[in-house]
């Protein structure tokens, strides 16, 4: 999936390129140290089901983060440029934290199907709440590159994330059935 939205960007640019891979950094980051310190996240180890790992993050990790956020920042620009937006607020700041609301909801269904599915498991088998602050400050982060940057709204990625949501609601759905 990764590679159709980067190849469906409009325009594809160096650019473009260039702050996909620095969103990938952050959060591929954001997890190599969360995951050997426990300080960002919470406690919580990767099993070997996503595949090759560098300092017990699988590679897989960081094109998630971009993938999410991505798609998170454009969903947000679609939100706020609607004609049913409040135009007294300041876009840019309400788009920015709109996007990491959306990242962090994303993350929210996603830690429960990936806990059934030993993608990576939290210590107590607890999900704790400073992993979804820290997926909202790091998530914040990465959207201000992409908007500092006037990254382009990819519609791929926000149709991307918005079918994964939809999946993952269907499947938590089944699992507590």
Do not use: C
């Given at each position: 999936?990764?590679?159709?939205?980067?190849?469906?960007?409009?325009?594809?640019s160096k650019k473009f390129i260039a702050v996909f891979m620095g969103v990938i950094l952050i959060g591929f980051s954001a997890e190599i140290?969360?995951?050997?310190?426990?300080?960002?996240?919470?406690?919580?180890?990767?099993?070997?089901?996503?595949?090759?790992?560098?300092?017990?993050?699988?590679?897989?990790?960081?094109?998630?983060?971009?993938?999410?956020?991505?798609?998170?920042?454009?969903?947000?620009?679609?939100?706020?440029?609607?004609?049913?937006?409040?135009?007294?607020?300041?876009?840019?700041?309400?788009?920015?934290?709109?996007?990491?609301?959306?990242?962090?909801?994303?993350?929210?269904?996603?830690?429960?199907?990936?806990?059934?599915?030993?993608?990576?498991?939290?210590?107590?088998?607890?999900?704790?709440?400073?992993?979804?602050?820290?997926?909202?400050?790091?998530?914040?982060?990465?959207?201000?590159?992409?908007?500092?940057?006037?990254?382009?709204?990819?519609?791929?990625?926000?149709?991307?994330?918005?079918?994964?949501?939809?999946?993952?609601?269907?499947?938590?759905?089944?699992?507590?059935?």
């Amino acid at each position: 999936m990764a590679i159709l939205v980067l190849i469906n960007h409009e325009p594809i640019s160096k650019k473009f390129i260039a702050v996909f891979m620095g969103v990938i950094l952050i959060g591929f980051s954001a997890e190599i140290v969360g995951v050997n310190t426990g300080i960002i996240f919470g406690n919580y180890t990767y099993s070997s089901v996503l595949g090759l790992s560098l300092f017990g993050v699988p590679f897989i990790i960081g094109i998630n983060w971009a993938m999410v956020v991505l798609g998170a920042y454009t969903l947000s620009q679609l939100i706020v440029s609607s004609k049913f937006w409040p135009y007294h607020l300041n876009k840019s700041i309400v788009s920015i934290t709109l996007a990491a609301g959306l990242a962090t909801l994303f993350d929210y269904l996603l830690e429960p199907v990936a806990m059934h599915l030993n993608f990576w498991q939290w210590e107590g088998n607890s999900i704790p709440l400073l992993n979804y602050i820290s997926w909202f400050v790091v998530s914040f982060i990465a959207i201000v590159v992409l908007n500092k940057t006037k990254t382009e709204e990819n519609k791929l990625a926000a149709i991307v994330l918005s079918a994964q949501s939809i999946f993952l609601v269907g499947i938590t759905l089944m699992i507590r059935w």
